[in-house]
């Protein structure tokens, strides 16, 4: 993956960009110099979409009742309580990372080894926590625009920063302690994805149906989305309109 992520911010590095001062602006705005590769990685993913993940999805969404479906994802969810936990402490959100432990003690008893929400419920919210979001919050610039197969749009800080939760993830090591650690990773994130799937099939269709570029508009709505993850839905700053300070004048 490093080695990937090296070559790809070597060939953002090369990406020359436009001269004509508005086709510049737009490019520095996208921050997307590898704009060719990612279009052909989302075909590819679009290809895969359609012919099996949103079959699988849809065919889930009818087998499975929704309260089923609630279960499934409460327990999916539980279990990356401990890495959100991990990832919130060192960031330094003590009152985040206190939910997210508390969430996961309540759900897995009460709430019946996590699939119900007892503790939402009861009124303490999911928080987010995740690498990426961590590496944010130490400065760790984000790099260009990185559409990544089958996982879609993110960017390399992203792309390492999920790397390293899947080796924070401590079922992982419980499940490998039973030599099933690859399937019990590669279970999760199927069935994690399988029901975001599942639960977007609309939104999705609607929005390809409408937009005027897919790929742009997915790229928009992912950063939006992000930049609100990554300061744990605080509203962003406000820009300032004050004057910068006149440099103090040096003495003759």
């Known amino acids: 993956m490093l080695a990937a992520l090296g070559f790809i911010a070597l060939a953002a590095g090369c990406a020359t960009p436009p001269t004509n001062p508005a086709a510049r602006a737009d490019f520095e705005a996208t921050n997307d110099p590898l704009e060719p590769m990612n279009r052909d990685i989302f075909a590819f993913n679009q290809f895969a979409d359609r012919i099996l993940i949103k079959p699988v999805a849809q065919g889930y969404q009818t087998v499975v009742p929704e309260f089923g479906r609630n279960a499934i994802r409460h327990f999916l969810d539980n279990l990356g309580e401990p890495v959100i936990f991990a990832n919130d402490m060192m960031q330094g959100e003590f009152k985040l990372a206190n939910d997210s432990f508390a969430r996961f003690l309540i759900n897995s008893t009460f709430g019946v080894g996590g699939i119900l929400d007892?503790?939402?419920?009861?009124?303490?919210?999911?928080?987010?926590?995740?690498?990426?979001?961590?590496?944010?919050?130490?400065?760790?610039?984000?790099?260009?625009?990185?559409?990544?197969?089958?996982?879609?749009?993110?960017?390399?800080?992203?792309?390492?920063?999920?790397?390293?939760?899947?080796?924070?993830?401590?079922?992982?090591?419980?499940?490998?302690?039973?030599?099933?650690?690859?399937?019990?990773?590669?279970?999760?994130?199927?069935?994690?994805?399988?029901?975001?799937?599942?639960?977007?099939?609309?939104?999705?269709?609607?929005?390809?149906?409408?937009?005027?570029?897919?790929?742009?508009?997915i790229r928009s709505l992912y950063r939006q989305h992000r930049a609100s993850e990554l300061r744990h839905g605080r509203p962003a700053p406000l820009p300032s309109f004050d004057p910068p300070a006149a440099a103090p004048q040096q003495p003759q």
């Open 118 to 217: 007892f503790a939402g419920a009861t009124g303490i919210e999911r928080q987010s926590g995740d690498f990426g979001q961590t590496l944010y919050s130490w400065g760790v610039p984000a790099g260009p625009y990185l559409v990544l197969p089958i996982f879609g749009p993110s960017d390399p800080r992203d792309a390492i920063g999920m790397g390293v939760d899947g080796l924070m993830d401590p079922f992982g090591y419980l499940a490998g302690a039973y030599g099933a650690a690859n399937s019990a990773t590669i279970g999760r994130m199927a069935a994690s994805g399988v029901d975001l799937r599942a639960r977007n099939i609309e939104n999705i269709d609607e929005l390809q149906r409408t937009a005027l570029d897919f790929y742009a508009e």
